[in-house]
T-cell receptor, first 116, second 113 residues
Framework: GAVVSQHPSWVICKSGTSVKIECRSL??????MFWYRQFPKQSLMLMATSNEGSKATYEQGVEKDKFLINHASLTLSTLTVTSAHPEDSSFYICSARAPAGGNEQFFGPGTRLTVL | QKEVEQDPGPLSVPEGAIVSLNCTYS??????FMWYRQYSRKGPELLMYTYSSGNKEDGRFTAQVDKSSKYISLFIRDSQPSDSATYLC?????????????FGAGTRLAVHP
């Protein structure tokens, strides 16, 4: 149980284009999902908290107009990187809070974004 | 000072060794403690989840929490090459809601045959 998937697993795009990453909870409903960014050999950096049916809460320093988050259903959250640039190249990972209000988070496999 | 401190390693041990991984923290409000394992280019996988102080055992893994010392540990017995990964500690202050996890930097572990 508590499986989270992400799609795509990797994407290469040209500078200036937008990329959408999907995060799905496969066997449970997730009212809260989280989006992280991870650079090589570094820990996870929380970008935003995604709440079903309401606006996402962004961490300080994260541009909400650049990283658009939509949590339209209890099993799907999407992150869109708008007008991507090479400095946006990174490993993006989503997670979902455990069902029944638990505090642990279950992570997706991650999406590697490379912007040329 | 970071809220959660974790030695990034790398830690290299021979197969079969007992591995001890540790984190210290400064926020006395933390009550929920987790250990995640992350293989290269993969998402973190939850290994252990504990509440408040005490020990929890699952197979070869034992998690310990000492809230009085603000110190948590993960022990791996009979370590295997497949245990080679980065281990992240994480913690939070309260349950439910939109409470965030605070992660350590992660410790890179290499178990050599």
């Amino acid at each position: 149980g508590a499986v989270v998937s992400q799609h795509p697993s990797w994407v290469i795009c040209k500078s200036g284009t937008s990329v959408k990453i999907e995060c799905r909870s496969l066997d449970f409903q997730a009212t809260t999902m989280f989006w992280y960014r991870q650079f090589p050999k570094q820990s996870l950096m929380l970008m935003a908290t995604s709440n079903e049916g309401s606006k996402a809460t962004y961490e300080q320093g994260v541009e909400k107009d650049k990283f658009l988050i939509n949590h339209a259903s209890l099993t799907l959250s999407t992150l869109t990187v708008t007008s991507a640039h090479p400095e946006d190249s990174s490993f993006y990972i989503c997670s979902a809070r455990a069902p029944a209000g638990g505090n642990e988070q279950f992570f997706g496999p991650g999406t590697r974004l490379t912007v040329l | 000072q970071k809220e959660v401190e974790q030695d990034p390693g790398p830690l290299s041990v021979p197969e079969g060794a007992i591995v001890s991984l540790n984190c210290t923290y400064s926020n006395s409000a933390f009550q929920y403690f987790m250990w995640y394992r992350q293989y290269s280019r993969k998402g973190p996988e939850l290994l252990m989840y504990t509440y408040s102080s005490g020990n929890k055992e699952d197979g070869r893994f034992t998690a310990q929490v000492d809230k009085s010392s603000k110190y948590i540990s993960l022990f791996i017995r009979d370590s295997q090459p497949s245990d080679s990964a980065t281990y992240l500690c994480a913690m939070s202050a309260s349950s439910g809601g939109y409470n965030k996890l605070i992660f350590g930097a992660g410790t890179r572990l290499a178990v050599h045959p």
